[in-house]
């Protein structure tokens, strides 16, 4: 009896382990990251059938140099999770001292964090000082268009506007008062509604001309 | 009247170079700092506490920081001794080189140039000796290569490897002087501390924003110290106008009363008076500058700075950086030029507009 509990624990020792995503995302991922560039750029997880296997090696064999147990653990989770779906990682969105928003004309370098943008094909692209702004020009010019991009609150992540979702009557204001307020995932967006008193949560395609103009 | 303008210079001179400093260290410093209290009083904090940290929408990163300072006795000198995990990265980018430059495998540290002037004078020249809290000795190795000079306040400047410093500290693993945490978007800053606040109850959490207003507040003109300087200042302006208002002596009395009997007309006598007071006053307000800058930057400001630097004498040796303001040098010259050519002209009009017999009387 005691060599099965034994035995048991001992299968329990590298189990892939229970940690959130947040810390994942945040900490680990980009921890692993680093020490896979530097030290051991050429390691991957194909010749691993499971996750305790590379642990076991990274640990005990030291295949990327003697690493700390925190430091082993971010980088075979890393390494294990590395190919897990990436979506499309779009640029940051810049804006040069004279980039104006193209609905009121506000200088945008002094709300970085608000900007958004829509991309047309040959290069031509429009930024806005705010979603608001932006749906407003979208509604009257929906032809053609190749991207439109929006920075989720919490991470400033450039996000497509398409997929993301939305909060109004919120208490955080933009740089034209009432915004609409993107987040990438629905759970930080239902989290930003709790806390900071939104009255909506809406998909894109929910969005409607009348609405966004009621925000004013 | 050099001199004064001089001396106000410097004043202004010293407190705005040592506020760009600050400000630019601020910079550097993470959006909210965390640590922990016991009876109001500092405690190291748990650095499990991190991982909850992470939950919260707003935070993008939480990182357990080791640092402190140690005593050391034969040079009656303090140590700040920063720990650096070889993955983390800082806020601050001086401590991301240094962390690069550092070797994690062998024992070693990194100092400023004078801790390793200090130790070498003490005949620690490849190594040093850490008494560890129970009375052991840490040996740990000295780099080659040494800091550049660091600011004002990190002069005695050791970096190591995070598990070194812990050692030296008696810390227990996951025990940390405080954590780092960083936010994305400036606007959640606030209420992601108020969150973290919620979750730890009696934690002392200090937003970086909150610093920058604090120290705006001593460094402004409403401050003590410059308050005095000002006043002084200000009443010997006074006293020199005063002294002008009060009628010209009677030698420049009989000089204006002769030029007018020569036959110059008013207007000439006061365009000359006018000429003279100008000349004098921007010679004398660029002299005052030039002594001023000379003073600050070159010989650091001398006894004046201690007015700002409260600490010993230790500091006297970090140089000032040369910074100008123009709102500064603005205010100077509105201070004194125009209240000295206004002291000068009024007198030389009124003694000029009387009849050129009388004033020769």
Same mark, same amino acid.
């Given at each position: 009896m005691k060599l099965i509990t034994l035995l048991l624990i001992s299968l329990q020792l590298f189990a892939y382990p229970q940690i959130s995503e947040s810390i994942k995302e945040k900490q680990l991922y980009p921890m692993g990251k680093k020490i896979h560039t530097k030290k051991c750029p050429s390691l991957t997880k194909d010749s691993y059938q499971t996750y305790d296997a590379l642990l076991l090696d990274i640990e005990q064999r030291s295949i990327c140099g003697t690493l700390s147990k925190k430091h082993s653990e971010a980088l075979a989770l890393y390494l294990w999770d590395k190919e897990k779906a990436h979506s499309t990682h779009y640029k940051k969105i810049t804006v040069t001292k004279d980039e104006k928003c193209q609905v009121c004309g506000m200088y945008l370098h002094y709300y970085p964090t608000w900007v958004s943008q829509i991309n047309y094909p040959n290069a031509e692209s429009y930024k806005f000082d705010g979603i608001k702004d932006m749906m407003k020009f979208y509604f009257n010019n929906e032809e053609g268009i190749v991207d439109i991009l929006v920075q989720d609150y919490y991470t400033l992540e450039t996000i497509n506007a398409r997929e993301a979702y939305y909060v109004t009557g919120s208490d955080v204001l933009g740089p034209m008062g009432n915004e609409l307020i993107a987040f990438k995932d629905a759970k930080s967006a239902k989290t930003f509604l709790l806390e900071h008193n939104g009255k909506h949560l809406y998909r894109f395609d929910a969005l409607s001309e009348k609405m966004v103009r009621a925000l004013d | 009247?050099?001199?004064?303008?001089?001396?106000?210079?410097?004043?202004?001179?010293?407190?705005?170079?040592?506020?760009?400093?600050?400000?630019?260290?601020?910079?550097?410093?993470? /959006?909210? %700092?965390?640590? =922990?209290?016991?009876?109001?009083?500092?405690?190291?904090?748990?650095?499990?506490?991190?991982? *909850? #940290?992470?939950?919260? /929408?707003? %935070?993008?990163? =939480?990182?357990?920081?080791?640092?402190?300072?140690?005593?050391?006795?034969?040079?009656?000198? *303090? #140590?700040?001794?920063?720990?650096?995990?070889?993955?983390?990265?800082?806020?601050?980018?001086?401590?991301n080189r240094l962390r690069d430059r550092l070797s994690y495998d062998t024992n070693m540290m990194l100092l400023s140039p004078k801790v390793k002037a200090i130790l070498n004078k003490n005949y620690y020249k490849d190594y040093f000796n850490f008494i560890l809290q129970d009375g052991t000795l840490l040996r740990v190795n000295i780099s080659q290569k040494s800091i550049a000079i660091p600011s004002i306040r990190d002069e005695y400047l050791i970096v190591m490897p995070k598990e070194l410093a812990r050692k030296i500290f008696a810390y227990a693993d996951n025990e940390a002087t405080d954590i780092a945490v960083s936010v994305k978007n400036s606007e959640e800053i606030a209420f992601s501390a108020r969150k973290i606040a919620a979750l730890l109850g009696n934690a002392k959490i200090s937003i970086k924003d909150d610093l920058i207003v604090e120290y705006e507040q001593m460094y402004n003109y409403r401050s003590g110290f410059f308050l005095t300087i000002f006043i002084i200042t200000f009443f010997t302006f006074f006293v020199i106008i005063y002294d002008r208002l009060s009628g010209l002596n009677s030698e420049q009395k009989r000089e204006i009363g002769i030029l007018k009997a020569i036959g110059w007309r008013v207007e000439d006598v006061l365009k000359t008076k006018l000429y003279e007071g100008l000349i004098i006053s921007l010679f004398s307000y660029s002299l005052g500058i030039i002594l001023a800058m000379v003073y600050t930057f070159i010989f650091n400001g001398g006894i004046l700075k201690n007015i700002f630097l409260s600490s010993s004498r230790l500091l006297e040796h970090v140089p000032l950086q040369f910074h100008l303001d123009y709102a500064t040098l603005a205010l100077l010259f509105l201070i004194s030029v125009p209240l000295y050519i206004c002291a000068t002209i009024i007198p030389s009009w009124i003694a000029a507009t009387v009849d050129a017999d009388e004033v020769m009387r």
């Open positions: - | 009247m050099t001199l004064l303008v001089a001396l106000v210079a410097t004043t202004l001179f010293i407190a705005d170079s040592m506020k760009a400093e600050y400000k630019q260290d601020i910079q550097t410093a993470p /959006d909210i %700092v965390v640590s =922990a209290q016991k009876a109001l009083r500092y405690k190291t904090i748990d650095e499990t506490q991190a991982a *909850r #940290f992470l939950e919260i /929408d707003g %935070v993008s990163n =939480a990182i357990p920081r080791v640092w402190g300072e140690y005593y050391f006795a034969k040079g009656n000198v *303090r #140590f700040k001794i920063v720990g650096l995990d070889e993955f983390e990265n800082s806020t601050n980018s001086t401590l």
